[in-house]
């Protein structure tokens, strides 16, 4: 088991444009998270994905959005790019109802907008 | 709204030193409190939390509800702790993380 992977590993994109995410959890887990890390902070919640749904949010704007598909992986959409979106976007899985959710992290995207 | 404070950023040991990475949240019920590791060029992962009261790689995590912390401590530093320690504060699926402290352990 590969544990969660994520696609691309490095992107570059302008300002106004938008980009998509691509992320496979961990084999056996139905639940995906998705976490936008700036350079020397902590990873920071955008949202989570459960039965196709989005189940939980935090504090982003509509321009980012998501997809869970029926064989659980997931899609980040960020439109409009900004500036400030430059960040590692990182992805975790998790089995929901098991033991606290422990979430497994992939290894980030890692979006750059000019 | 729930927040974690890591006041530290860099945290310098010496080998064999204690070390206490400290971890302040504020949330007004009942907390579910981790602790995830970063070693330099792998993933985040999960270092402990604190409803299983283990000892993961010689560190403990003690909640401190009157306090409001979740300092987490190991005797004894070992070169391979050097890291960046991440304390968590999760509810309702959503997980807050603090600002990270990185843990040099010096030879």
């Known amino acids: 088991d590969a544990g969660v992977t994520q696609s691309p590993t490095h992107l570059i994109k302008t300002r106004g444009q938008q980009v998509t995410l691509r992320c496979s959890p961990k084999?056996?887990?139905?639940?995906v998270s998705w976490y936008q890390q700036a350079l020397g902070q902590g990873p920071q919640f955008i949202f989570q994905?459960?039965?196709?749904?989005?189940?939980q949010r935090g504090n982003f704007p509509d321009r980012f959005s998501g997809h869970q598909f029926p064989n659980y992986s997931s899609e980040l959409n960020v439109n409009a790019l900004l500036l400030g979106d430059s960040a590692l976007y990182l992805c975790?899985?998790?089995?929901?109802?098991?033991?606290?959710?422990?979430?497994?992290f992939g290894p980030g995207t890692r979006l750059t907008v000019l | 709204a729930q927040r974690v404070t890591q006041p530290e950023k860099l945290l310098s040991v010496f080998k064999g030193a204690p070390v206490e990475l400290k971890c302040n949240y504020s949330y007004s019920g009942s907390p579910e409190l981790f602790w995830y590791v970063q070693y330099s060029r792998q993933r985040l992962q999960l270092l402990l939390r604190h409803i299983s009261r283990e000892s993961i790689k010689g560190f403990t995590a003690d909640l401190n509800k009157g306090e409001t912390s979740f300092h987490l401590k190991k005797p004894f530093a070992q070169e391979e702790d050097s890291a960046m320690y991440y304390c968590?504060?999760?509810?309702?699926?959503?997980?807050?993380f603090g600002t990270g402290t990185k843990l040099q352990v010096i030879p």
């Open positions: 968590a504060l999760m509810r309702y699926q959503k997980v807050t």
């Open positions: 994905y459960y039965e196709e749904e989005e189940r």
């Open positions: 975790a899985s998790s089995l929901d109802g098991r033991f606290y959710n422990e979430q497994f």
């Open positions: 084999s056996g887990h139905d639940t």
